[in-house]
């Protein structure tokens, strides 16, 4: 008898459970920040999102660099808040690692990263000064260089198809190259302004065929090598030069990107040296110091840091 009693509320929990589907589904399209297919016959670049809060809506403190893991998740480097914010293709959070400290798996001002082919997570830290590599989802893997004098303010990394990483090191202005293991193969730049040599790089980037893009903050220019460190050419735009380039990112012809911050924009150089501004955008109020950049799928990431978010760009295919 009680059991007939009971038999009203099945459909009426069906129904509930039906709903409650419903809108876990509304809320998670609702909380897409970036589309799931790319706009169509587009000639010019089209803004597609801002990114500028994780957990509980906290917003970034200070976000610095970006990289994007070979399954499209977003990676962002908060420099002050020594932490690594995590999302989803579609720019929804989905977890963060890293705090204060100098143990495995700590952080003390965090501000390059670079994702290998592998989808290992590459931080340097200046504090620290060190490497670490964690797993995709934040788990601590290695450090390096075992020499705590070998490597003394780490800023700009990337890591190029054989997973060998590239770091600059502010210090002594050097761009050292580490295999996967941690060990050094080789150094080469060096403080000064002669072709080849270095001053306060603040970006690095490595083309499919192996050269080596520097962004040469200091003396407002970029450079690029070859993957013995030989000085192949400097960059220059021809309508804009460049005043303090940060963050850098190649597409797959290998156009530049560059974060250039004193400016307050974001420029495009392709092979030619033929420039495009990303600064004035419907629906984007300007850049405020610029920094780190990324590059997927013709889509464009910007770390906008005066404006704590990631600005995402549409390009053309």
């Known amino acids: 008898m009680q059991i007939r009693k009971l038999l009203w509320l099945i459909p009426?929990?069906?129904?509930?459970?039906?709903?409650?589907?419903?809108?876990?589904i509304l809320a998670t399209k609702r909380s897409r920040i970036l589309p799931d297919t790319d706009p169509e016959g587009i000639k010019s670049p089209v803004l597609l999102g801002l990114i500028n809060s994780y957990a509980d809506n906290r917003s970034?403190?200070?976000?610095?660099?970006?990289?994007?893991?070979?399954?499209?998740?977003?990676?962002?480097?908060?420099s002050q808040a020594n932490k690594v914010i995590i999302y989803d293709r579609y720019g929804r959070f989905s977890g963060s690692f890293g705090k204060l400290g100098n143990k495995h798996g700590e952080l003390a001002y965090p501000l390059g990263i670079a994702i290998d082919r592998d989808g290992k997570v590459y931080i340097s830290e200046v504090v620290n000064q060190r490497i670490q590599v964690f797993?995709?989802?934040?788990?601590?893997?290695?450090?390096?260089?075992?020499?705590?004098?070998?490597?003394?303010?780490?800023?700009?990394?990337?890591?190029?198809?054989a997973n060998k990483i590239y770091v600059f090191d502010k210090q002594d202005h050097r761009v050292k190259v580490y295999d996967a293991s941690g060990q050094i193969l080789l150094t080469f730049g060096g403080r000064g302004s002669d072709p080849g040599k270095l001053n306060y790089a603040m970006g690095l980037v490595v083309s499919g065929k192996g050269d080596v893009y520097v962004s040469d903050s200091g003396n407002s220019r970029i450079q690029v090598f070859n993957s013995q460190g030989r000085f192949l050419r400097e960059i220059q735009g021809q309508k804009q030069v460049l005043s303090n380039p940060r963050g850098i990112a190649l597409d797959e012809k290998e156009n530049l990107f560059v974060a250039d911050s004193l400016v307050n924009d974001v420029i495009a150089v392709d092979k030619q040296g033929a420039n495009f501004s990303f600064k004035s955008f419907q629906g984007l109020d300007g850049f405020c110091f610029p920094d780190g950049l990324a590059y997927q799928n013709h889509r464009l990431f910007v770390v906008d840091k005066g404006n704590k978010r990631v600005?995402?760009?549409?390009?053309p295919k």
């Not at 601590?140 to 890591?159: G, Q, R």
Request: charged share 15%; hydrophobic share 55%.
């Open 12 to 24: 009426v929990l069906v129904a509930i459970m039906a709903l409650g589907v419903f809108f876990e």
């Open 60 to 78: 970034f403190i200070r976000p610095s660099s970006i990289a994007l893991a070979p399954n499209r998740n977003i990676y962002v480097v908060d």
């Open 135 to 161: 797993s995709a989802d934040g788990k601590f893997l290695n450090a390096f260089p075992k020499n705590p004098n070998s490597l003394k303010a780490p800023t700009a990394i990337a890591v190029d198809r």
């Open 311 to 315: 600005v995402v760009f549409q390009l």
